[in-house]
């Protein structure tokens, strides 16, 4: 999800420091660095694109995009690891769990706003942050984050929830790999996504208030649908993110991005899975 940078006509993006760069999807955008002797390349999507060299011309760590690639990936599964390990908590102690929720109704609503300023945070504010700061920030909002869906997945039985996450990890994992290896451009997916999760969440609220026929079947399918789309497009997005790290400082703080993003693509896909799974049981 779109929570770095800004896009503008020319779709580009700001990085950390303010210098703009092409959105890595085949438009030669970027602005060129006069310290870089070759600095053009295949960007793999068939055309030649400039992609700044962090370690050699400024001085960062001399990280491959393979290297930052893994450590995003990293990042992103310890966030799950903590998320869903308070989760299994849960789980484990369902009454404790409403039990608790019931009686403090007010702390989880709370905790609920808290987790969206985190993301706000987190996507507005990194570069005013150090790199140690954000990743606390990603891993506090990882405990939120699992406190907060706790009470939902207390209301299936725990085969539901392990298999669910084992689609879900699958199906993320399937569509990751299409992003990383594809040619499809997807340079105007982001529009196109950020429209669709929008329009969800207005038909969600309507059908919360209205009843209408097989609408948690729609929620469900065009969630899943959706959220692979933001796979494909936020794992294409992690070598623009390596090509706007300047130095290793910037290094660190765009894998937490990059990492937070492929996160809630995850979590999401992951619930959407759960509620098409609790429904075909029902």
Known sequence: MALFGRNDNNNNYTDLSGMNYSNGYGQNQYQQNPYQQNPYQQNGYGQQAYYPQPAQNYGGSALSLSEFTSRVYMQMFIGLLITF???????????????????????????????VVMVFILGLMVNKMSSTAATVVFYAYSIVNGLTIAPALVLYDMGTVFFAMAVTAGIFGLMSFVGKVS????????????????????????????????????????????????????????????A???????????????????????????????????????
């Open 183 to 242: 040619k499809m451009d997807v340079s105007k997916w982001g529009s196109i996504l950020m429209f669709g999760l929008i329009g969800l969440i207005v038909f969600s609220i309507i059908a919360m208030i209205v009843n209408i026929l097989m609408s948690d079947l729609f929620i469900s399918l065009f969630g899943i649908a959706l959220f692979m789309g933001f796979t494909i497009y936020d794992t294409k997005k992690i070598r623009a993110f390596y």
């Open 85 to 115: 390990g308070i989760g299994l908590v849960a789980v484990l102690n369902p009454t404790a769990t409403m039990e608790l929720v019931a009686e403090h109704i007010e702390i989880y609503l709370v905790l609920v706003l808290v987790e």
């Open 244 to 282: 706007s790290a300047y130095n290793e400082e910037t290094q660190k703080k765009t894998v937490i991005i990059a990492a937070l993003q492929l996160y809630l693509d995850f979590i999401n896909l992951f619930l959407y899975i759960l509620r098409l799974f609790a429904r075909s049981r029902d």
